[in-house]
């Protein structure tokens, strides 16, 4: 089956990031696809690169980087929900005249566009949130 | 399984989330506006505290947070026209039609059910 996963809650601030990554890993051990997990609202906030967790706690951002260089999945961001976050990679902290930059690759900044499609094209969307 | 194979509608967007406090109907909204700019077939479900969104006589950009009215009055421009609030959840707030700023119907549990059933794709913020 494809499956996709809608994540809206922020890491660390609840169960939802977590919950997201253990679901994607159980769907790929299932031998299911996942094509993408699409960050919107409070979601976008696991797109951080400077994300940096205490050593005993799970490395959220790290996770997602380690599904898409595993498996393939790729990992889009909301563009509107990011920005108004601070959330924005090179080319866009450049835009905005910003003199640093929080969101890169294989994370990529797109249009809620995408999440109709994908919602659409997919067999299952998951929603996790707060 | 439903005999008819094929959903009326692209995308239905679930609304549970008041106007203030979070930022989760403004987010919502703007999933249904992209939605329909797409050309989708999108409607609109107010379900609990997110029928409060539809009330009249709201300040917008009161308490720092963008209002959601003036996009409430852009859906039909947008064509979203099948709006729909939750039955039990006017009850509890002890609204009627007459209280909101759009033309709504007004569903029960079952009819809700069917709603989501009808639709391709449900997204609820």
């Not at chain 2, 009627?96 to 909101?100: A, P, S």
């Given at each position: 089956m494809r499956y996709a996963i809608l994540l809206m809650g922020a890491p660390y601030s609840d169960q939802a990031s977590h919950s997201a990554l253990r679901f994607a890993r159980a769907v790929l051990a299932r031998g299911h696809q996942l094509e993408t997990v699409f960050f919107y609202h409070d979601g976008v906030y696991n797109a951080a690169r400077l994300a940096a967790p205490p050593q005993d706690e799970p490395h959220l951002v790290d996770g997602w980087i380690t599904l898409n260089a595993e498996h393939g999945v790729a990992l889009q961001v909301c563009i509107a929900a990011a920005l108004r976050r601070g959330l924005m990679d090179e080319r866009e902290a450049s835009r905005h005249g910003k003199s640093g930059y929080s969101v890169e690759a294989p994370f990529e900044l797109t249009g809620l566009g995408q999440l109709v499609d994908l919602g659409l094209n997919c067999d299952r969307l998951v929603t996790f949130a707060s | 399984m439903r005999d008819e194979q094929t959903p009326d509608g692209d995308l239905l967007v679930i609304l549970r989330h008041g106007?203030?406090?979070?930022s989760w109907l403004r987010e919502g909204l703007d999933a249904a506006l992209v939605g329909a700019a797409f050309g989708r077939e999108v409607a609109l479900l107010f379900m609990g505290e997110g029928v409060l969104a539809l009330l009249e006589g709201q300040g917008p950009g009161a308490l720092g947070q963008k209002g959601t009215g003036p996009t409430l009055e852009m859906l039909e421009m947008y064509d979203i026209e099948a709006l729909y609030v939750e039955g039990r959840a006017m009850e509890r707030y002890g609204l009627?039609?007459?209280?909101?700023l759009l033309e709504t119907r007004c569903l029960d549990a079952a009819a809700i059910a069917e709603l989501v059933d009808r639709n391709a794709l449900v997204l609820t913020f």
């Open positions: - | 106007p203030h406090g979070t009627e039609q007459q209280d909101l």
